[in-house]
């Protein structure tokens, strides 16, 4: 059974630049969450897709934006970054409504 | 926002200790789950206990919920040193398919 896997593990890019995270679901999940937690803090949900449809929201602003592709991998999009942006951004894996969440090991973004 | 506080934000123990965290939250909830996070990385989920059950365990954890005080207490008994991390507490809401809103978190700390 593969893993969360999310790409790349560290970015560092500069205000009003975009970004673009990947993560491909553990096999066999159809439901990808996108989380976002700051240095100290818990993670916070930005949003979910499920088959390829957003499935809720976050209190995010539309910079944050996302897809999800057949294979059930998704991308999250963050467009004129700010400083605040900097934190860990962790993606997890589901099954459905299932509530057990498998999470990647993050990726680390600093905003320079 | 945070659903809720985890206290204490820090513990210290020694190995063979027991380490007790405690959680409140704010609204219903249909489950609460807790999670553990090794040095900033992903996120391991340690147990789900649903709004009907009082208790629930799973190997060296204890796992408590009140309803009615909208709070919950995770036990690890007999640690060991590589129970060091930081543990959060998640819970999911009615009707919001998969989204957890966590806590603050508490950083354990075990030492020899």
């Known amino acids: 059974e593969t893993g969360v896997t999310q790409s790349p593990t560290h970015l560092i890019k500069t205000r009003g630049q975009q970004v673009t995270l990947r993560c491909s679901s553990q096999s066999g999940h159809n439901t990808v969450s996108w989380y976002q937690q700051a240095l100290g803090q818990g993670p916070q949900f930005i949003f979910q897709y499920y088959r390829e449809e957003e499935n809720g929201r976050g209190n995010f602003p539309p910079r944050f934006s996302g897809l999800q592709f057949p294979n059930y991998s998704s991308e999250l999009n963050v467009n004129a970054l700010e400083l605040d942006d900097s934190a860990l951004y962790l993606c997890?894996?589901?099954?459905?409504?299932?509530?057990?969440?498998?999470f990647g090991p993050g990726t680390r973004l600093t905003v320079l | 926002s945070q659903q809720g506080e985890e206290d204490p934000q820090a513990l210290s123990i020694q190995e063979g200790e027991n380490a007790t965290m405690n959680c409140s939250y704010k609204?219903?909830?249909?489950?609460l789950q807790w999670y553990r996070q090794n040095s900033g990385r992903g996120l391991v989920h340690l147990i789900l206990i649903r709004s009907n059950e009082r208790e629930k365990h799973s190997g060296r954890l204890r796992v408590t919920l009140d309803t009615s005080k909208k709070s919950s207490s995770l036990l690890i008994t007999a640690s060991r040193a590589a129970d060091t991390a930081s543990y959060f507490c998640?819970?999911?809401?009615?009707?919001?398919?998969?989204?957890?809103?966590f806590g603050t978190g508490t950083r354990l700390q075990v030492t020899l």
């Open positions: 998640a819970t999911l809401f009615t009707g919001t398919a998969s989204k957890l809103t």
């Open positions: 997890a894996s589901s099954l459905g409504d299932s509530y057990e969440q498998f």
């Open positions: 609204t219903s909830i249909n489950n």
